[in-house]
């Protein structure tokens, strides 16, 4: 899909939620006056919508919008913009801060009552106390975290048919789904830096600064 009718359906996404709010829906044909005189441009979105992605006849705009925004300035349709963080549950936070710490050479940044946030790099490492003890070690909430842009979020969070496995509770909008092995995923708004920043506005019980991002 070129530039052209990218912008096309942005502005008729647009026009139509400016006049009729965030519920309207349209369908490809929105894209195209009635005596249409770009017959393979409609059969390009045709095939889009269609055969791609399988909508319905009628979609929201909003949500037309957003998939449309996905696109990169190539005209590559993106949603994943790399890995963000791994967070794994772990039994005791000490020994695992001075394995992760010492012995792999992570930088601590911080702890607090039950985790820490390490780094190495551009990595980005959570560990996360479990303290469901009646199970032990339990890989209840280890993860893999992506970054994605808000477009592609809202496409995603428009999906009735992910698995949810949690809601969100932290800085960063967050959607977390199940694979179709049962693997946890995250795709999650916002970086290492930006949830340091928003605990020295609220900080988790018991923070502990580790390094020199105590004065960030």
């Given at each position: 899909m070129n530039l052209e009718t990218r912008q096309k359906i942005l502005s008729v996404c647009q026009e139509k939620i400016r006049q009729k709010g965030e519920?309207?829906?349209?369908s490809?044909?929105?894209?195209?006056?009635?005596?249409?005189?770009?017959?393979?441009?409609?059969?390009?979105?045709?095939?889009w919508w269609i055969e791609?992605?399988?909508?319905?006849?009628?979609?929201?705009?909003?949500?037309?919008?957003?998939?449309?925004?996905?696109?990169?300035?190539?005209?590559?349709e993106s949603s994943l913009k790399g890995f963000n963080h791994l967070t794994l549950a772990v039994n005791d936070l000490t020994r695992s801060l001075e394995f992760y710490g010492n012995q792999l050479g992570f930088t601590a940044e911080v702890r607090w009552a039950n985790g820490a946030y390490l780094s190495y790099g551009e990595a980005w490492l959570c560990l996360s106390l479990c303290l469901d003890?009646?199970?032990?070690?339990?890989?209840?909430?280890?993860?893999?975290?992506?970054?994605?842009?808000?477009?592609?979020?809202?496409?995603?969070?428009?999906?009735?048919?992910?698995?949810?496995?949690?809601?969100?509770?932290s800085e960063?909008?967050?959607?977390?789904v199940r694979d179709p092995d049962g693997h946890q995923l995250e795709f999650h708004l916002g970086s290492l830096s930006?949830?340091?920043?928003?605990?020295?506005?609220?900080?988790?019980?018991?923070?502990?600064?580790l390094s020199c991002h105590k004065n960030f």
């Open positions: 519920k309207v829906q349209v490809f044909y929105a894209f195209f006056a009635n005596k249409n005189d770009q017959p393979d441009t409609l059969m390009s979105v045709a095939r791609k992605h399988q909508l319905n006849h009628f979609e929201k705009a909003t949500k037309i919008y957003a998939m449309i925004k996905a696109y990169d300035d190539k005209g590559v003890k009646k199970e032990g070690m339990s890989e209840q909430y280890t993860h893999y975290a992506f970054n994605i842009d808000a477009a592609a979020l809202a496409v995603l969070r428009d999906d009735p048919t992910l698995d949810i496995w949690q809601t969100n509770q960063g909008d967050s959607l977390y930006s949830r340091l920043a928003s605990l020295k506005e609220m900080p988790y019980q018991d923070l502990e600064w």
